[in-house]
């Protein structure tokens, strides 16, 4: 019985699979059922009273339990180190000026399938000179814990024309569905595939029907079902935390690369995966809240999301150990080296103005449903052109051995000098140059396809026709 079903589980694995067709769900609440298909003009307007509750929460907090002795941010956030944060944020914070920063760049609402979505979109400056550079559409995506404060500076990188490339950017930058101010599913099942599924449509209606994608952490896994589902309308896809098929075949791979890691990974690199019980232990150090946030995703968003000074050190954390691993050895937690603190505010007060950390770690909880996982959704290959930027100090390495399974026409795969986690935040002018050089090489495939494919019918057209 039991050969029976291993070879049934086994036969169903290497069953392949049928892309499916996934319906346009609507999301919302019932009242958004007669809502409007237009692009609204949008920014970001906080009350008074919202920043003045926030001050006074922060101010009327508990005293803290004191750490450890010579702890730094072992044992999580070190609360000497949130004991400045919190000053900073009550004393010289201004909301005032960061929302003014906030609402530099144009900001527009549209309800798809039910959802209000939020979003940037920011054209390209073109100078006289430069008036037959060609404008390309590049869908950027955050994921957890980040929002659309963490493209603030690689937008304008994107957006302006460089003097060797003659393409530039028009960048349109959602919040995800559940994140700051795009509004949340009412009902179960909106996991990453039907997230790709919205903003297909949000991009079909602003009018492109073809267009380009760039994702980390969520906005990763989301840029390539866009990729897999909708391979007609993306030119390519960019990702700066790329992962394969993580299946049975990985872990295989992984195991014998820890005897011989030259099978598996180029020897410069094997330290980013072996020993592998060092690597293994740093992602199940870095993973418990995963574990909580897919099992218990409205505990967490109630424990965190209802104090400011809870939802600022739940998520610091992150910026924190996700940026370098080391850091967590510092007084400080290294949060200085990358970011300001005004920074890492702004981010936290994306989550705390629209209540929605319990609607983003939801998005944990759908990924890993019985649902979703039984889908086999993520296992479908990908076969647009597609880029791979690897940081150093991201969470976990994927060496182009295994990414290959999934990605079928794999253009780039680059490893980068520095950085972690979260690449457009840390290191913008690295990732943008990046972006250009993966869409650089794909446009000039594309041009010399065309020439390839215009000999060809020139040369049917001259040979003489046979009888």
């Known amino acids: 019985m039991k050969n029976n079903t291993l070879l049934s589980y086994l036969v169903h694995r290497s069953a392949p699979l049928n892309v499916p067709d996934l319906p346009e769900t609507f999301w919302g609440p019932e009242k958004n059922r007669g809502a409007s298909k237009e692009v609204r003009p949008f920014a970001i307007k906080i009350t008074k009273s919202v920043i003045e509750d926030l001050n006074e929460r922060i101010t009327k907090r508990r005293e803290f339990v004191e750490p450890l002795e010579d702890s730094a941010w072992t044992y999580g956030i070190s609360t000497t180190y949130l004991k400045d944060v919190l000053t900073h944020w009550s004393t010289k914070y201004n909301w005032t000026e960061r929302e003014a920063l906030l609402n530099k ?13 939020h979003f940037y979109r920011v054209k390209p400056y073109i100078p006289p000179e430069r008036k037959n550079i060609k404008v390309l559409p590049l869908l950027i995506l955050h994921g957890w814990p980040g929002s659309i404060v963490e493209f603030q500076k690689i937008i304008p990188m994107l957006t ?37 599924v919205i903003f297909k449509n949000l991009m079909l209606r602003l009018g492109f029907k073809q267009f380009y994608a760039q994702g980390g952490d969520w906005g990763s896994a989301i840029v390539s079902h866009l990729s897999s589902l909708f391979p007609d309308n993306i ?29 598996v990974v180029e020897s410069e690199h094997a330290d980013k995966m072996y020993p592998l019980g060092h690597h293994m232990s740093r992602l199940l150090e870095e993973s418990g809240y995963m574990h909580i946030q897919s099992s218990k995703p409205d505990t967490i968003g109630t424990a965190a999301g209802t104090s400011p000074v809870a939802l600022a050190a739940y998520i610091l954390e992150k910026f924190s150990t996700w940026t370098n691993p080391e850091y967590r050895f510092r007084p400080d937690g290294g949060l200085l ?18 209540n929605s950390l319990t609607t983003s770690v939801r998005l944990y909880s759908e990924h890993f449903s019985k649902a ?24 976990f390495y994927q060496p182009e051995s295994l990414i290959k399974d999934k990605y079928h026409n794999l253009v ?56």
């Open 105 to 117: 760049y144009p900001q527009y609402m549209t309800n798809i399938q039910g959802l209000d979505i």
């Open 160 to 196: 302006t024309p460089r003097p060797d490339k003659d393409f530039v950017f028009e960048v349109i930058a959602p919040s995800l569905p559940g994140y700051g101010f795009s509004q949340a599913a009412v009902r179960p099942g909106l996991a990453t595939p039907q997230i790709a």
């Open 235 to 263: 030119l390519g896809t960019h990702m700066n935390m790329c992962t394969g098929i993580m299946g049975t075949s990985n872990l295989i791979w992984r195991i014998i690369g820890s005897y011989i890691p030259s099978l």
């Open 337 to 354: 080296e990358k970011y300001t603190l005004d920074e890492l505010l702004d981010n936290v007060m994306i989550y705390w103005v629209t």
């Open 372 to 395: 979703h996982m039984g889908s086999r959704i993520d296992e479908l290959p990908v076969s647009v052109p597609v880029a791979c930027a690897v940081f150093p100090h991201e969470l």
């Open 412 to 467: 780039q795969f680059n490893h980068l000098p520095r950085g972690g986690h979260f690449a457009a935040f840390e290191e913008p002018a690295l990732l943008a140059d990046d972006v250009f050089k993966f869409v650089a090489t794909v446009e000039d495939l594309k041009k010399k396809n065309i020439a390839k494919n215009k000999q060809n019918t020139e040369k049917k057209i001259k040979e003489p026709t046979k009888i």
